[in-house]
């Protein structure tokens, strides 16, 4: 540390990002200093599944599964259709790998068995990857955040929380340091990891317009401090910022307001029917695609199902029990009827439409059958689901209107390149400025790449990030 310097390295946030980022800074012997706005560690991550993606894996090799980094890279940029910068995303898919042993490394427990879903602990495929990928770890985000903070505190980076980082200090083109709680605090280098801006209206309305387009019906499930102070310390700086339009939501039933662990889940035995009446995507599709194929359609999008799949709703949930449907519906809210021809009326689809629709469901799947069109049969045997959904048969009918309104992250940042270094708008390195997760963009892009895309973004390019800084904080001898 220089003399002027208070600390090496400064991390602004303490979630995926900014706890591996102090860990990492700390490890290459940098003095770390780490600002949380709230009162706990943890944003977002703390609140998430804590799946990541990742290629290359001892758990993938224990379970015989081929991967490699290139592989997972091929994958990454189809499927953004390479509309992401190959270096920054090869530096992600050969890092994740490593992060992910990394984190067994410091305690956290991912188990070499196969896992149908994103919170059973193993590896799976929650999104559309092409391998199995998803590490999901026990006890979830809360899990990688107690690991991760444990390490810090092992490490001796410091945390001070309830602190909101206010500016930057710059000082004669390059970052030395900060402001928080009206004190400057010097550092030989700056690590932004606060998070997305979900919780903004103006900056979602400014980066994110497709959750304005949710209306009322969006709610936000990203942690309170996703307030997007990035934005205005890359103003500070001249940064470019890179991400626009990008971001996760989730495809809920009008009347969800909160993550489905709490929600519920809709019943098996359901279709999802366009403005035409017809079925148009496997109802059971990764939500790494669904939201776009139902923005995709040309009008409301409807969940219909029968009175036996609503009565058959498991209890203990807020929003998808039986009780909770069945007073939206008294309320006029979900449309109910007796027949299907009454409830094509109420959703203004073609009637005979309808009844063709729900005629051809119900002399499919239900019956042990194929879903011939949209092949929603793989997916439920790829989940370990066995018992087929039954007949949409029994009235009265219902119609849930469903779209994309579940804001879980946003993708709009401060330009990092494969280092985590933030860039100015001539593409230059702005010198002592980092930035990682949700902050630091450029790796998540238009498609979310496989269960555990934001997560292993936010542990990999913090990870990155914290050597990097530690390295510009203390620059070797030689
Ligand atoms: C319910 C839910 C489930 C999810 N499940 C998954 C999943 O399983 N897999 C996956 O890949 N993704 C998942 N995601 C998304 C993923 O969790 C996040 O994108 C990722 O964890 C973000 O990490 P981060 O470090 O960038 O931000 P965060 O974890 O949000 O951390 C940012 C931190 O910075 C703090 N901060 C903000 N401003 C300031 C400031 N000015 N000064 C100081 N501190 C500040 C915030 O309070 C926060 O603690 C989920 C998200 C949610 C909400």
Partial sequence: MSAENQVDVLVLGGGGAGLAAAVSAAEHGASVLLFESERELGGSTLLSAGMLTAAGTSVQAALGVQDSPDRFLQHYLDLNHWQLKPGLIKAFC??????????????????????????????????????????????????????????????????????????????????????????????????????????????????????????????????????????????????????????????????????????????????????????????????????????????????????????????????????????????????????????????????????????????????????????????LAAKGVAEPPAEIATAPFYAARTLPAELVCTHAGLEIDAGAAVLDARGNRVPGLFAAGEAGAGVLGLRYVGGGNAVANAVTMGRIAGRAAAGHARPSPA
């Avoid at 199995?132 to 979830?140: E, I, L, N, S």
């Avoid at 403005?275 to 194929?293: C, K, L, N």
């Fill in 94 to 379: 050969t890092e994740a790998g490593a992060a992910v042993e990394w984190l067994i490394g410091l305690g956290v427990d991912i188990p070499a068995k196969l896992s149908h879903d994103a919170h059973t602990p193993g590896l799976t495929r929650a999104g559309v990857e092409d391998v199995w990928r998803g590490h999901v770890p026990k006890d979830q985000g809360y899990g990688l955040v107690q690991v991760l903070d444990r390490a810090r505190r092992q490490a001796g980076a410091e945390a001070v929380l309830n602190t909101r980082v206010e500016r930057l200090l710059v000082e004669h083109g390059r970052v030395a340091g900060v402001v928080a709680d009206g004190i400057e605090v010097r550092a030989g280098a700056v690590v932004v990891c606060t998070g997305g801006f979900s919780q903004d209206p103006a900056l979602r309305s400014q980066y994110y317009p497709d959750a304005d387009a949710a209306g009322e019906d969006l709610f936000v499930v990203a942690a309170p401090g996703s307030r997007g102070d990035h934005f205005a310390f890359g103003t500070q700086v001249g940064a470019s910022i890179t991400g626009h339009g990008r971001g996760l939501l989730l495809p809920t039933a009008y009347f969800q307001r909160l993550h489905h662990w709490q929600s519920g889940f809709p019943p098996r035995s359901r279709i999802l029917v366009n403005s035409h009446g017809r079925r148009f995507m496997d109802e059971d599709a990764s939500y790494a695609v669904s939201s776009g194929i139902i923005s995709a359609q040309d009008g409301p999008v409807w969940m219909v199902f029968d009175d036996r799949a609503r009565r058959d709703l498991p209890p203990g949930y807020a929003h998808w029990s039986a009780g909770h449907v069945q007073s939206e519906a008294d309320a006029g809210r979900t449309l109910r009827a007796d027949s299907l021809t009454e409830l094509a009326g109420k959703m203004a689809v073609p009637e005979s439409t309808l009844q063709a629709t729900v005629d051809r469901w119900n002399r499919e799947l239900p019956r042990g059958g194929a879903d011939t069109e949209f092949l929603r049969h793989e997916t």
